[in-house]
């Protein structure tokens, strides 16, 4: 069995502080709002992953615009 390594990314902008990571076609971002995968497509790994910072900081802040 081969085990494959995962380079975690810091992120930090307006939405907090952040991890996040590319496996298996994947970002996965880790806030301490949660976490938050979503599929690879035509953009940017780094992009996707402020996007889904992003959602994840509004679904906790229902009251923030």
Request: glycine residues 10%.
């Amino acid at each position: 069995m081969t085990q494959r390594f995962v380079t975690w990314h810091s992120l930090k902008n307006e939405f907090g502080n952040g991890s996040w990571a590319v496996f298996d076609g994947m970002v996965t971002v880790r806030t301490p709002d949660g976490t938050k995968s979503a599929q690879i497509g035509g953009m940017p790994p780094e992009y996707l992953a402020r996007v889904l910072m992003r959602e994840l900081f509004y679904e906790q802040r229902p009251d923030v615009a």
